[in-house]
Every structure is written in C-alpha cells, then in structure tokens.
C-alpha cells in the first residue's frame, strides 16, 4: 500500500516534467545546485562582524546564531551517516532504475531512500528551528525577530524546493524525501542538544573569530 502511494505520488510530480522548458531548468537548478545556496544564508545568519552589542540579549543572540552556524556541518555528516547506514540496511532502486520515469539530470543508480539532498538542506533548517525558542526568549528589538522570522521562512523555501525538485527530475520517491526530512531534523535535534552541552569550546571558537575581526 505505502509502495504504491511512494509510486503515484511519484508519478504525480514527475509527470510535469517536460512540458515547459522554464519549468525544467528551473527545477533542475533546484535540484543541482541550490543546495549550494546554504552557505550565503547561513553567511547572513552570522551577521556582520560587531566590535559592540547594545545589550546581553543582543550578544547573546550573537553567540545562538554563531553557535548553530559553527555545528551546522556536523549535522550535516551526520545526517549523511544515517543515510549511508539506512541506505545499506534498506536498499532501495533510484525511481528511474524500477519504473518509466522522466529523467531530467543525470545520477547513478545508487540508493534512493533517503534522499542526501534534502537530509543535508534539513539538517541546517533543523539547527536553526530549534535555536529559535531560545533566541526568541530573548528581548530582541523588532527589527531583529522579523530578520529571524524571514530567513526561517527563507530557510524552510530552501528545503522544500531542494526535496520537490528531487522527486521532479526523477531522482527520488517522495518518500526518499520524507526520509531525508526525518534524518536531517534528527541530527539537528541531536547536534543542538550537543552543542548546549558544548558551549565553552564553541565560545572560544566564536571569541577567536572576534579577535580576527569575523564576528
């Protein structure tokens, strides 16, 4: 039952594929390359280097953010690491290897479940969903939460472009992505709870950072 729906839904999504060049390119750049695009929001999630901060809050708001960016790649390889393990536990044929599929890229056929793309984009939208209670605690001026609501926002368009355009080129399953969206919010959820556990080492990261003018 679960297969069949992997597979409709599949075919629901990849069926656009083909119909309107625009369409194509734009989903293959999502698919290809916009992952590549995490490093220039997480640059602006750092924010600018700043001699000085108006208050604790504000300086503590600095160290969360910093803090998240600077373990955002160990969620990241761990993600991949529970992809790596599910992927030879359970192995499953790329959507183009055991069905007629449109493909759009090329790609090996390697395993499909779960997809690295959209474990590795969620992963990053994890670290910082989860930084957000603690930041929004915080007396923040209003100009700093709506920077902090719009680039989750930005954040959560990523991913879900990232994991869509996956299952549009004819890639991935939808399930491949739900399986990518529950190991990358996995590892997140235990690189966060790493890192308050960790908040010597990383402040010393982060004030050597300062001292080179980079935060």
């Known amino acids: 039952m679960l297969l069949t729906l992997n597979a409709t ?3 629901l999504v990849n069926q656009l594929a083909g119909r309107f060049p625009w369409l194509d390119d734009v989903m293959i750049f999502c698919a290809e390359w916009l992952i590549f695009c995490w490093p220039v929001l997480l640059l602006v999630l750092w924010g600018l280097p700043r001699r000085s901060m108006q208050s604790t809050d504000e300086q503590q708001a600095a160290f969360e953010r910093r803090s998240l960016v600077l373990w955002v790649a160990v969620a990241c390889a761990l993600a991949y690491g529970f ?3 599910i992927g030879h536990l359970a192995f499953e044929e790329r959507p183009f290897v055991a069905m007629r599929a449109l493909v759009l890229v090329h790609h090996a056929a390697d395993a499909s479940f779960p997809s690295d793309h959209t474990a590795w984009s969620f992963a990053v939208v994890g670290m910082l969903l989860f930084a957000l209670p603690r930041l929004f605690r915080l007396t923040l001026p209003p100009k700093r939460q709506i920077f902090l609501i719009l680039l989750t926002g930005a954040f959560l368009v990523v991913g879900a472009l990232v994991g869509f355009s ?7 399953y939808p399930g491949d992505i739900l399986g990518g969206i529950c190991t990358g919010l996995g590892s997140a959820r235990i690189v966060t709870w790493l890192r308050h556990r960790l908040e010597r080492p990383t402040r010393a990261v982060i004030a050597f950072a300062h001292r080179c003018y980079l935060a």
């Open 166 to 172: 996956r299952i549009f080129v004819g890639v991935h």
């Open 83 to 85: 992809n790596v393990v």
């Open 9 to 11: 839904l599949f075919h």
